[in-house]
């Protein structure tokens, strides 16, 4: 329809003009032919405006039936649809008002772009925290593994810095007259900022920054920005150039919370230390100076120790000069009493002899029991054989001694005919084995000692041992209360002349004590025992049937040249009772608990090789013979067989 009389337009319009919302019409060149009430309300004079222009002129441009447009109108939002008339060459526009929509659109957006916010300052704040806590984490490493302060603290500072900050360090308050903080160790982009920042702990200008208030007032300081804060003027200049643009200072504080040193941080960037950064710092200072004072503890515990130890060796080489000493006046002593006093009673007993008078009988008796006396006195005070050079004549020597002076038994048991030891150490032993003996006399309510000497290579060990009553040696009087050396002294003189000693013991099992020497020399070893001749054959008997044990030695004993000496019921009491008894030949069984007659071979012949081994078992001779032949038995006989075949394979092993 073309466009006519005003009649015809409102009939044509008359059912948009219901419409609330605003419709209009305009011709190609942008003329309004129609406005329903709608459109009037929200426009006026539609012809005013530029945006219609615009959207005839876009909708001309895109050449389709029908375009859907959104336009802004002052503060309004519409949207337009518009149709062609093209009978009519017009334009019909059918407009809403969005504005609500608009602006819920528009709140959507702005909320999105605040959550974004939000988790980008989120996420920053996360990876902050876990940069924090990965710190504190490889500082505690590295506190659990330094041996050194100083270390540790360039350590600490390494770590940090790797963390993102610009410098760090530790300094320490002085107590002079300036009142100075020394730097004890920094890492990261110094530059020489401590010569010229020379800053102080003292209330004065360049006292007044983070580090020296920090130690000052025993507080966390923070310097929030170098260009704008006061407190920070005197190292504005030296720290911009340094990239430095805030700092963090928090005191190292002892137990007592008294503050002994700082730590000072330094960022790249303004108001860089929040709550949340604060508190870790703190944390991994208070953890610094745990680590700090637990390194000053210890190397005051090493330097005491050390201390202790210097004394100690003192103390140990004043004993052993002192018993040197002592010995060396015991020797003059007995020099006077041989080459002097005995001389002149020899030559009295001999002029009153030649006097043949009977009156004098009584006097050469005197004479004689001052003579034996004053032999007596001299062999106790240095028996001459301690200067012949064999320390085995001396142990000889005591077990005589130990004979006459206390009726104890004391048997030497040694392979070694030749011993030589310096006279100092010779002496040590001498005056050690001595007080063990009176220790067997005095506490260990039995007459039978054992006195044996091993060796292998360069090493020698003296073992003295008793079967009395034994004792704990943990909670045991080591020091003498009877004049003597005392178990504590005896260890302590040995020690400082390079030997060792030890003490094995229970109550009710004896006692073993033992000195182990190191030789320069390798000693000599004899075909025969020294001082201990045994002309029958000494056999062990290991087996951990008791009846067996029983069994065997009552047989073996009725032979007449076979001695037992010993029983065991494993293999371990085997080797414990074969290095005291020493026996000749041992008769092993092979299954027993804890070390097998196997095993206990082998361990036997490595450690003395002298002492030969028959193995004894009920099981077939084809599965266990080779076992104890390659473990180093001399022999194997199965318990079943004759009782003369056994004292026979004994006899002829002893033979080999």
Not at 438 to 443: R, V
């Amino acid at each position: 329809m073309r466009v006519g009389s005003s009649r015809d337009v409102a009939l044509q319009h008359s059912f948009p003009d219901l419409n609330p919302n605003p419709v209009f019409e305009t011709s190609i060149d942008g003329k309004v032919l129609y406005m329903n009430a709608a459109a009037r309300t929200a426009f006026g004079d539609l012809a005013s405006y530029a945006w219609l222009r615009d959207m005839v002129g876009q909708y001309a441009a895109e050449k389709k039936d029908n375009v859907t447009l959104v336009s802004k109108i002052d503060t309004r939002w519409f949207q337009f649809t518009v149709f062609p008339v093209r009978e009519q060459r017009s334009i019909r526009v059918y407009g809403m008002d969005i504005t609500q929509l608009k602006h819920a659109e528009e709140g959507i957006v702005a909320a999105n772009e605040s959550l974004e916010s939000e988790v980008q300052s989120r996420t920053r704040e996360l990876q902050k925290s876990v940069r924090l806590y990965q710190m504190l984490s490889q500082c505690n490493q590295a506190l659990v593994a330094a041996t050194n302060e100083e270390d540790l603290i360039r350590q600490i500072c390494k770590i940090i810095v790797e963390q993102g900050y610009r410098m760090a360090w530790v300094g320490y308050p002085e107590s002079n007259e300036e009142r100075t903080v020394r730097p004890v160790a920094s890492f990261g982009f110094e530059e020489g900022y401590f010569e010229k920042a020379k800053i102080v702990w003292a209330d004065v200008e360049r006292g007044r920054g983070p580090t020296g208030v920090a130690i000052r007032e025993n507080r966390v300081v923070i310097g929030e920005d170098f260009l704008s804060d006061p407190k920070l003027d005197p190292w504005r200049e030296n720290a911009i150039q340094r990239g430095y643009r805030s700092s963090i200072a928090i005191p190292l504080k002892k137990e007592n919370g008294s503050p002994f040193g700082v730590l000072t941080m330094y960022s790249g960037i303004p108001d860089a230390f929040d709550q949340s950064e604060i508190k870790l710092l703190k944390e991994l200072a208070e953890d610094l100076s745990f680590g700090i004072q637990a390194l000053r503890a210890r190397a005051e515990r090493n330097e005491a120790q050390k201390s202790l130890e210097l004394n100690n060796n003192q103390l140990r080489r004043m004993s052993a000069e002192l018993t040197l000493a002592e010995q060396k006046e015991r020797r003059q002593l007995a020099g006077v009493l041989h080459d002097e006093l005995q001389q002149l009673l020899v030559g009295a007993k001999i002029r009153l002899e030649c006097a043949e008078d009977e009156s004098v009988r009584p006097c050469q008796d005197l004479l004689e029991n001052a003579l034996r006396i004053s032999r007596s006195l001299t062999s106790e005070l240095c028996p001459s054989v301690l200067y012949k050079g064999n320390m085995i004549a001396v142990l000889d020597w005591l077990a005589k001694w130990a004979r006459e002076k206390y009726d104890l038994n004391i048997q030497l048991k040694t392979n070694i005919s030749q011993l030589k030891v310096s006279e100092d150490i010779t002496i040590m032993i001498y005056r050690s084995v001595q007080e063990l003996i009176f220790n067997i006399a005095k506490h260990a309510k039995t007459h039978n000692g054992t006195i044996e000497v091993v060796g292998s290579g360069s090493q020698v060990q003296i073992q003295v041992s008793d079967e009395g009553e034994g004792f704990d040696p943990s909670a045991a009087q080591l020091h003498s209360v009877d004049g003597g050396f005392g178990l504590f002294a005896v260890r302590e003189r040995l020690q400082n002349r390079g030997c060792t000693f030890s003490i094995r013991s229970s109550p009710g099992k004896g006692s073993v004590f033992t000195i182990g020497v190191t030789m320069t020399e390798e000693p000599e070893v004899a075909p025969v025992l020294t001082g201990s001749t045994h002309s029958r054959i000494r056999v062990l008997i290991v087996d951990d049937h008791s009846v067996m044990r029983q069994a065997l030695a009552a047989m073996l004993n009725l032979s007449g040249d076979i001695e037992v000496v010993g029983e065991a019921e494993n293999g371990r009491i085997a080797l414990d009772r074969a290095r005291h008894l020493t026996p000749d030949i041992v008769l092993m069984d092979i299954e027993m608990p804890e070390i097998d007659g196997i095993k206990a071979t082998r361990l036997l012949r490595l450690e003395h090789p002298q002492v030969k081994v028959i193995g004894l078992s009920m099981h077939d001779r084809k599965e266990v013979e080779a076992d104890f032949l390659n473990a180093g038995a001399s022999s194997f006989l199965m318990k079943s067989a004759p009782s003369d075949e056994l004292i026979q394979a004994i006899r002829t092993v002893h033979a080999l």
